[in-house]
Nanobody, 120 residues
Framework: QVQLQESGGGSVQSGGSLKLSCAAS?????MGWFRQAPGKAREGVAA???????RHADSVKGRFPTSQDNAKKTLYLQMNNLEPEDTAMYYC?????????????????WGQGTQVTVSS
């Protein structure tokens, strides 16, 4: 089981930026970001596989690029032009499933989460 530790959350005004990081204890096929707002289901935000292929939710395309540093086993989420609707707990996740860029549901290893709050 891979251990995942997020960092970088915080509070920011609308239009601002934050960068999330996720340190993994081991290499995995695929890593991703999910978020859960109060009263809502957890949703996939972005994912990246070991070949550098990515997937982004429509709501964040063009605003939240994801990247990874394989040497550091670290995943990043650069969040730009943040909106109040982006307020949520953000979770790092990992998967060994080869369909990880097609199916959010195959992610089965989770970090503890980091809070992002965007005020208007």
């Amino acid at each position: 089981q891979v251990q995942l530790q997020e960092s970088g959350g915080g509070s920011v005004q609308s239009g601002g930026s934050l960068k999330l990081s996720c340190a993994a204890s081991a290499y995995t096929r695929c890593m991703g970001w999910f978020r859960q707002a109060p009263g809502k289901a957890r949703e996939g935000v972005a994912a990246i596989d070991s070949d550098g292929g990515t997937r982004h939710a429509d709501s964040v395309k063009g605003r939240f690029p994801t990247s990874q540093d394989n040497a550091k086993k670290t995943l990043y989420l650069q969040m730009n032009n943040l909106e109040p609707e982006d307020t949520a707990m953000y979770y790092c996740a990992a998967s060994e499933n080869r369909f990880c860029l097609r199916l959010w549901s195959v992610f089965d290893m989770w970090g503890q989460g980091t809070q992002v709050t965007v005020s208007s």
